[in-house]
């Protein structure tokens, strides 16, 4: 039984990293309860990263593969490229016509990105940008969808998109759209190797899709309790990355690993080990399937193939109301 359709996306701007598995653990259990689309957002991709486009492709074969070997299942879901579907433009320039310039100066994350993505040299003050919101609306609403999946930092992005479905019932007297509400799920907040947020710049992220040696070593590389040199020495498990991802991955064992740092009876080395097998046994079966997927780009094609003509089958009927009422 249907509970409605849900469409979500993420930017394809370089490979997931293990913060991204919960988010996707949550979309793979909609799919058996939603009609599901979902969507890589390279023109979303653009916004940001427009002045070096050499990787564009790579990343959106490589955010796919993610994807399918995490557990989305074409044979279930729609999975698609925006930027195959030209509806989203279409619609996002009609919207563009009705949306007050205001609406978009106001949404929390503009100011914000120029100013964070500023720091690492990109300009964001273009017309493109400006519009990221708008052109999001624009992604959910040509598939009516009633449900977004979304961390906590779209929400200022839903709230326009609700107000842009609004104003557009309102303006034209048709209620075409309707006001998508947002899923949040549980999402595991790991913080980066490091300790700091984990971040591409920072260089401090464990891709899903990263070999066991890599993983070993990044694994070797987190920040422990400084505290503590020799094994003996009292730990504090609180101040510890990796502690903070056995909290997250090692459940049964959590309680005795603390007892036992704070005792002075387990060495970090012997307890990253864990974590590195638990990440590892974790990891495994993705990186299997990726592998198979890398090797059968025929396949991946067909997917995101018949993803374009299924999304572009709804978003044209939608199309088609939309210029019905606004006579164009
Ligand atoms: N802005 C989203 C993000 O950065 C990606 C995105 C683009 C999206 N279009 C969307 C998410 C539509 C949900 C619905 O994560
Ligand atoms: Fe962190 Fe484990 Fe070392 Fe304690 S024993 S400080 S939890 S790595």
Same mark, same amino acid.
């Given at each position: 039984?249907?509970? $409605? !359709?849900?469409?979500? $996306? &993420?930017?394809?701007?370089?490979?997931?990293?293990?913060?991204? /598995?919960?988010?996707?653990?949550?979309?793979?259990?909609?799919?058996?309860?939603?009609?599901?689309?979902?969507?890589?957002?390279?023109?979303?991709?653009?916004?940001?990263?427009?002045?070096?486009?050499?990787?564009?492709? *790579?990343?959106?074969? %490589?955010?796919?593969? %993610?994807? &399918?070997?995490?557990?989305?299942?074409? @044979?279930?879901?729609?999975?698609? #490229?925006?930027?195959? #579907?030209?509806?989203?433009?279409?619609?996002? /320039?009609?919207?563009? &016509?009705?949306?007050?310039?205001?609406?978009?100066?106001?949404?929390?994350?503009?100011? %914000?990105?120029?100013?964070?993505? $500023?720091? *690492?040299?990109?300009?964001?003050?273009?017309?493109?940008?400006?519009?990221?919101?708008?052109? *999001?609306?624009? %992604?959910?609403?040509?598939?009516?969808?009633?449900? #977004?999946?979304?961390?906590?930092?779209?929400?200022?992005?839903? =709230?326009?998109? !609700?107000?842009?479905?609004?104003?557009?019932?309102?303006?034209?007297?048709? =209620?075409?759209?309707?006001?998508?509400?947002?899923?949040?799920? *549980?999402?595991?907040?790991?913080?980066?190797?490091?300790?700091?947020?984990? @971040?591409?710049?920072?260089?401090?992220?464990?891709?899903?899709?990263?070999?066991?040696?890599?993983?070993?070593?990044?694994?070797?590389?987190?920040?422990?309790?400084?505290?503590?040199?020799?094994?003996?020495?009292? $730990?504090?498990?609180?101040?510890?990355?990796?502690?903070?991802?056995?909290?997250?991955?090692?459940?049964?064992?959590?309680?005795?690993?603390?007892?036992?740092? !704070?005792?002075?009876?387990?060495?970090? #080395?012997?307890?990253?080990?864990?974590?590195?097998?638990?990440?590892?046994?974790?990891?495994?079966?993705?990186? =299997?399937?990726?592998?198979?997927?890398?090797?059968?780009?025929?396949?991946?094609?067909?997917?995101?193939?018949?993803?374009?003509?299924?999304?572009?089958?709804?978003?044209?009927?939608?199309?088609?109301?939309?210029?019905?009422?606004?006579? &164009?």
């Amino acid at each position: 039984m249907s509970k $409605g !359709r849900i469409l979500s $996306g &993420m930017r394809s701007t370089g490979r997931l990293h293990i913060g991204h /598995l919960s988010v996707l653990e949550n979309w793979v259990k909609l799919q058996d309860e939603y009609e599901c689309f979902f969507m890589v957002a390279d023109w979303h991709a653009l916004t940001s990263n427009y002045a070096d486009t050499h990787d564009m492709q *790579q990343n959106i074969r %490589d955010l796919v593969i %993610d994807w &399918m070997a995490a557990g989305l299942d074409p @044979s279930k879901s729609t999975i698609f #490229v925006q930027s195959h #579907v030209k509806e989203h433009a279409e619609l996002h /320039l009609l919207f563009s &016509m009705i949306t007050p310039l205001s609406w978009l100066e106001r949404v929390p994350t503009y100011k %914000d990105q120029i100013a964070q993505l $500023g720091k *690492q040299g990109k300009d964001l003050n273009t017309y493109g940008f400006l519009g990221y919101p708008l052109l *999001q609306a624009a %992604d959910i609403l040509v598939y009516k969808a009633n449900a #977004v999946p979304v961390g906590e930092d779209q929400l200022p992005h839903l =709230e326009f998109t !609700r107000e842009v479905a609004r104003r557009f019932n309102f303006m034209y007297k048709a =209620e075409i759209f309707p006001e998508p509400q947002p899923i949040i799920g *549980q999402v595991a907040l790991l913080p980066g190797i490091d300790g700091r947020k984990m @971040s591409k710049s920072y260089n401090n992220f464990i891709n899903i899709s990263s070999e066991s040696k890599d993983l070993a070593a990044k694994v070797n590389a987190m920040i422990t309790d400084p505290a503590r040199i020799k094994k003996t020495d009292p $730990g504090h498990p609180e101040i510890c990355t990796v502690h903070t991802y056995h909290t997250i991955y090692s459940a049964a064992e959590l309680e005795d690993i603390r007892t036992k740092c !704070r005792a002075g009876e387990i060495g970090c #080395v012997a307890c990253k080990k864990m974590l590195g097998a638990k990440l590892d046994e974790l990891l495994n079966p993705i990186r =299997e399937k990726r592998a198979a997927l890398e090797k059968n780009p025929d396949y991946v094609n067909k997917v995101l193939a018949e993803g374009a003509e299924k999304a572009r089958s709804v978003a044209s009927e939608v199309l088609k109301e939309v210029r019905k009422v606004m006579n &164009m």
